[in-house]
């Protein structure tokens, strides 16, 4: 069974810093990786997809990269804001399922 | 555009009772899904449709039942509800390419099972 972990499950910065969130998966054989934020009490909003043979998606002040063979995905946020604040999910959909396998997410707070 | 909605957005049942939580998207999207989120766990898939017409069981189906109504509408049925049912509930679409492309989550429908 596919097994995601994101390290760390939280994190506090203060504005303006860059920062890494990391994502480890078991299962290498994976078809996409998503990338969410959720805020408090709130939905999920897709940040970033990456397919299987790409290496990086950006958007904006994000960057998600993907290297399927060592099982490792990283999210980088830019030059952070307060409104950045928010639990950030991993998830992979596996060759094999129809299921996205999401970590537990890390919390995010950016300070003023 | 509304994306995904879903109705109720809170619910609170007691033991045994039944409900029927709505989903619907106006994106024309072919596959949908319902997870459950719960503290410590993660979101899980209960059920999913690939297609209009089609259900199949996901990770966690078990005290649930789906109908897929129309291409719009994933209806999730709690026949008897339990406690270990309190959960917040997902639903989510996603587009042409079915069930291996991004996908689109509604708001969620906050549920407690007393």
């Known amino acids: 069974k596919q097994e995601v972990t994101q390290i760390p499950a939280a994190l506090s910065v203060p504005e303006g810093e860059n920062l890494v969130l990391n994502c480890s998966f078991t299962d290498s054989a994976i078809y996409n990786l998503q990338w969410f934020r959720q805020d408090p009490g709130k939905g999920l909003t897709s940040l970033l997809l990456?397919?299987?043979?790409?290496r990086e998606q950006t958007s904006g002040r994000l960057n998600a990269s993907l290297d399927k063979s060592s099982g490792r995905s990283t999210l980088y946020i830019a030059a952070s804001q307060p409104g950045d604040s928010a639990t950030y999910l991993c998830?992979?959909?596996?060759?094999?399922?129809?299921?996205?396998?999401f970590g537990k997410g890390t919390s995010l707070l950016v300070t003023p | 555009n509304a994306g995904v909605t879903q109705t109720p957005k809170f619910q609170v049942l007691k033991t045994g009772q039944s409900m029927t939580l709505q989903c619907a998207q106006d994106m024309n999207h072919n596959s949908m899904y319902w997870y459950r989120q719960d503290p410590g766990m993660g979101l899980r898939l209960i059920y999913y449709?690939?297609?209009?017409?089609?259900?199949d069981k996901g990770e966690v189906p078990n005290g649930y039942n789906v109908s897929r109504l129309n291409k719009r509408e994933f209806s999730l049925r709690l026949e008897s509800a339990a406690p270990s049912q309190t959960s917040v509930y997902f639903c989510?679409?996603?587009?042409?390419?079915?069930?291996?492309?991004?996908?689109?989550f509604g708001p969620g429908t906050r549920l407690t099972v007393t």
């Open positions: 990456i397919q299987s043979s790409q």
């Open positions: 449709s690939a297609s209009e017409g089609t259900t």
């Open positions: 998830a992979v959909l596996s060759n094999s399922g129809y299921a996205l396998n």
């Open positions: 989510a679409s996603s587009g042409v390419g079915g069930v291996r492309v991004e996908q689109y």
